[in-house]
């Protein structure tokens, strides 16, 4: 049996300054195993409150896919109990792993002229 488990929210800001939750959420299989009854991690999935699927682009970034909007983490959300959680945990897919690259190398480049 497939189950979804909520493990943290993410307070940010949309482009337009309004304030938007992204919910990090992990799917677990449940399987009989001869040492009992097991729960088996499977993929994360980010969505907005509102189940818009959001993409993790940096430790303070995420992109609503359907509409290519970015968000910013809140640095100002101390009062929100998911604002401690660590986006960096969240894994990235490999498009964008090789994006933040070209970023980073990018960055070197103009800070080397």
């Not at 040492?35 to 993790?56: D, F, Q, Y």
């Amino acid at each position: 049996m497939t189950e979804t488990e909520e493990l943290n929210r993410f307070r940010c800001l949309g482009s337009d300054g309004r304030l938007l939750i992204v919910v990090n959420y992990q799917f677990f299989e449940t399987v009989r195993t001869e040492s009992g009854i097991r729960k088996r991690p499977g993929a994360i999935r980010l969505e907005l409150e509102n189940g818009e699927a959001v993409r993790h682009i940096s430790a303070t970034c995420f992109e609503v896919i359907g509409t290519g909007e970015l968000l910013t983490v809140d640095p100002g959300g101390d009062d929100y109990e998911g604002r401690a959680e660590d986006t960096s945990r969240i894994p990235l897919c490999r498009h964008e792993e090789l994006a933040e690259r070209e970023n980073r190398m990018g960055q070197r480049e103009k800070a080397r002229q």
